[in-house]
Each structure stands twice: as structure tokens, then as C-alpha cells.
């Protein structure tokens, strides 16, 4: 992962700088922090953001076309052990909307022991076919060991057909290999059967 300190000067362009913030977004950036001021005219924001590192050269080719188009962007690299002082967690997340799904998934973080950094969410409301209304993008510190499938169990009764990609990343910045068909397996299990594999997971585990 890439940690990067983004400073973007230009004219004030609402719509120009929102596309530059959702390109980011495209190449599963995260926002950690930002700011931004407005003054005659003119814009200033610093963006504080974790970028996969595979995202590098595109991110740079989207940069120049966005200086082409009056933006003013400079990129500082922030050290490395800044980025992971404890193992972290990112998820992203596609379906339907409901209400209060965003109160749900911090609750089922939280109970896991993820604290929330930073939360992208959308909601786009009529969509065409094969698109997603709700989409969410998180990262969030893992304050102690967390079992990804039983996260990922209580992740997927949110919503019915939720696409969910989480990753959990550790100090040295490498993720955690997974088999995540065969949790979806156990997932398309009658109610009664899925309840007594959690429950015996929780025996095993304690």
C-alpha cells in the first residue's frame, strides 16, 4: 500500500475536484483524512490517503490529465511505518440499500474489535441493470485477533446478494490468505445447519 500526503491547489471546481476525489475512489483508494478551504475563488485541499501500490502508475497518468484540467497536485510519499502500527482491515462493500446499513456494519465491526478509520459510502438510488445502489469502502485499525470468517458471516446477512471484499492486512503490510468459497459454501446452508457450523467454530476456536 501506498501512503500518500495529496495537496491540490486550483480554481474553485466543485464538480472537477468531486471526479478527482471519485478517481481515487476507483482505484480502491481510501480516504484517511482531509481538508479543504475555499478563498476568492480559489481552492486548497490535502488528502491523506492509502492507494494500492499496483494503482501507482495509472494513479500518476490521472493525475496529469486532472493538472491538464487546472488542478495543481502534489504528492508527498509518508513513511511506510506510518502506515501499519497495528494489523487493519479493509472492506468493500456492493448491493442494495437499506436503512440504517451503515449504523449495522459499524456495530458489527465494532463487536469484532475493528475501530473505524474511514468510511466511503454512496448511495445512488435509481440505477440501470447490473449496477449497485449502495457502496461502501472501509478501513478500520484491528485492535485484537479476529476470526475473517465469522466476520465475513455476519457481513453477509446485512443484505440479500451483498458483494463483499475484505482483506486483513498485517503489520508488514501483507494480506491474509483466505479461501473465501468456501465460505460462501457455507453460507447457502439451511439456517438450522449454518448456526450449529458457527457455533461449533466458536467452540473450536475457544
Not at 107 to 127: C, D, F, K, P, T
Not at 178 to 199: R, T, V, W, Y
Request: proline share 4%; net charge negative; glycine share 6%.
Amino acid at each position: 500500500m501506498l501512503h500518500w500526503l495529496l495537496t491540490v491547489v486550483g480554481k474553485d471546481q466543485p464538480e472537477l475536484l468531486q471526479k478527482f476525489c471519485g478517481t481515487i475512489g476507483l482505484m480502491e483508494g481510501i480516504f484517511l483524512d482531509s481538508q479543504q478551504t475555499v478563498m476568492a475563488g480559489n481552492v486548497m485541499a490535502m488528502y491523506r490517503i492509502c492507494l494500492p501500490r499496483n494503482h501507482l502508475s495509472f494513479a500518476r497518468k490521472m493525475f496529469d490529465e486532472f493538472e491538464e484540467k487546472g488542478l495543481d497536485i502534489s504528492i508527498k510519499t509518508l513513511p511506510a511505518e506510518s502506515l501499519q502500527e497495528r494489523p487493519c482491515l479493509t472492506l468493500n462493500l456492493r448491493g442494495q440499500y437499506r436503512f440504517s446499513i451503515d449504523h449495522d456494519i459499524r456495530m458489527i465491526l465494532e463487536s469484532h474489535g475493528a475501530v473505524i478509520e474511514h468510511l466511503n459510502q454512496s448511495y445512488l438510488g435509481q440505477v440501470e441493470e447490473g449496477e449497485y445502489p449502495f457502496s461502501a469502502k472501509i478501513r478500520a485499525q484491528i485492535t485484537r485477533p479476529i476470526s475473517k470468517a465469522n466476520l465475513l458471516q455476519a457481513l453477509y446477512r446485512l443484505a440479500p446478494r451483498l458483494l463483499i471484499d475484505l482483506n486483513i492486512i498485517g503489520v508488514n503490510g501483507e494480506q491474509e490468505p483466505f479461501d473465501q468459497e468456501e465460505l460462501l459454501n457455507k453460507h447457502q446452508q439451511p439456517e438450522q445447519e449454518l448456526i450449529q457450523s458457527l457455533a461449533m467454530s466458536s467452540l473450536l476456536e475457544h
